[in-house]
T-cell receptor, first 118, second 114 residues
Framework: GAGVSQSPRYKVAKRGQDVALRCDPI?????LFWYQQALGQGPEFLTY????????KSGLPSDRFFAERPEGSVSTLKIQRTQQEDSAVYLC????????????????FGPGTRLLVL | AQSVTQLDSHVSVSEGTPVLLRCNYSSSYSPSLFWYVQHPNKGLQLLLK??????LVKGINGFEAEFKKSETSFHLTKPSAHMSDAAEYFCVVTLYSSASKIIFGSGTRLSIRP
């Protein structure tokens, strides 16, 4: 596809349920980012991959959150034992870099997955 | 430490009048600065970015922003607002040396009056 895609677009989970959110980045993009956007707030960084390597996971709010990108392409964000405070939009972005991250690369965002935990 | 502050949570202008969305940043190192727009139920889209080249940056849809180091500002402007500009706008700062040190502002909702 031409852009970043995410699935599902909407997810309703019962408290305590595990969920998995998928991100398909733009083909060939080296970097992949996950963000959490609470209602009325700006996105907050969760984690960053360069190819299959998870270089930064400092934004993951707890050990219930886990992300992987085993083949350096598709990524999955997993949330175990979901809590109500996990309700948010989860955004994925990818970027193409020619040298190790300089911070100036344009990120291309997917439409997000809206998670509601009841 | 770095941070970004969007001074207005909501801005309302009449169609055809100028738009000003304010952003101030704090960064110990040379920052990269971005403006993104988010339309309802759509992904974030890059409007423009500053990466230490020209201080006046032109973006898509007639938007531009000026990097002012002395004022630590990166305000977004457009000479004439269009109804389709109604959306949420985010100012973003990143550390030049790191791909993952990315800070989003809290956003400014732009409304356009007919």
């Amino acid at each position: 596809g031409a852009g970043v895609s995410q699935s599902p677009r909407y997810k309703v989970a019962k408290r305590g349920q595990d969920v998995a959110l998928r991100c398909d980045p733009i083909s060939g993009h080296v970097s992949l980012f996950w963000y959490q956007q609470a209602l009325g707030q700006g996105p907050e960084f969760l984690t960053y991959f360069q190819n299959e390597a998870q270089l930064d996971k400092s934004g993951l709010p707890s050990d219930r959150f886990f992300a992987e990108r085993p083949e350096g392409s598709v990524s999955t964000l997993k949330i175990q034992r979901t809590q109500q405070e996990d309700s948010a939009v989860y955004l994925c972005a990818s970027s193409q870099i020619s040298r190790p991250g300089t911070g100036s690369e344009t990120q291309y965002f997917g439409p997000g997955t809206r998670l509601l935990v009841l | 430490a770095q941070s970004v502050t969007q001074l207005d949570s909501h801005v309302s202008v009449s169609e055809g009048t100028p738009v000003l969305l304010r952003c101030n940043y704090s960064s110990s190192y040379s920052p990269s600065l971005f403006w993104y727009v988010q339309h309802p139920n759509k992904g974030l889209q890059l409007l423009l970015k500053y990466t230490s080249a020209a201080t006046l940056v032109k973006g898509i849809n007639g938007f531009e922003a000026e990097f002012k180091k002395s004022e630590t500002s990166f305000h977004l402007t457009k000479p004439s607002a269009h109804m389709s500009d109604a959306a949420e706008y985010f100012c973003v700062v990143t550390l030049y040396s790191s791909a993952s040190k990315i800070i989003f502002g809290s956003g400014t909702r732009l409304s356009i009056r007919p």
